[in-house]
């Protein structure tokens, strides 16, 4: 619930989460911890122990992405950015061959981010969140075809030796 509450101004609520992970076969959701022995900086400070999170479900041959979150120390470490390619390859592995999302219209971080990985906008939600705030609709399409896969792929690939080095702790 930490990381919702830095990461969203309308977190959902611990209810949500036990329901999505309890409850819903349709539901996957991915975690990023620390590194083994990453436990306290040198500072003396703790490392959280969920550094990321997010998650889909999944509709038949629709993967809709319903969360992703960094902790805001470790944003701008290509964390997100693997994190949404684990999600993709995860959905395209359990037969999804489009991805959806919404976004917050003032998003320009998570914008970029989808948009470098091929999603584009195919609507808009008035009013969507909780503050009143729009959404964009975005669509990965044809997920399961190589010529779409295959960029995001490699780029999923090289993003993975680079995590699995492991991560510096910020501060």
Do not use: C
């Amino acid at each position: 619930m930490e990381l919702e509450k830095v990461s969203f101004p309308s977190p959902w609520t611990l209810a949500t989460y036990h329901s999505e992970l309890t409850r819903s076969s349709r539901s996957r959701y991915l975690k990023v911890g620390p590194a083994p022995g990453q436990g306290v900086r040198a500072t003396g400070a703790a490392v959280p122990s969920l550094i990321a999170q997010g998650g889909f479900m999944l509709f038949g041959a629709e993967m809709h992405i319903v969360t992703i979150a960094v902790q805001p120390a470790w944003r701008g470490r290509s964390i997100g950015e693997w994190l949404l390619l684990a999600l993709l390859a995860l959905g395209r592995e359990e037969g999804a061959h489009t991805a959806t999302l919404e976004v917050r219209v003032s998003n320009g971080i998570a914008l970029r981010l989808y948009r470098r990985a091929g999603f584009e906008a195919v609507g808009y939600r008035r009013r969507y969140y909780p503050d009143k705030e729009d959404a964009r609709i975005l669509a990965l399409a044809e997920l399961h075809r190589e010529r779409v896969w295959g960029p995001l792929r490699e780029r999923f690939e090289v993003l993975s030796v680079l995590m699995g080095r492991g991560v510096e702790a910020p501060g």
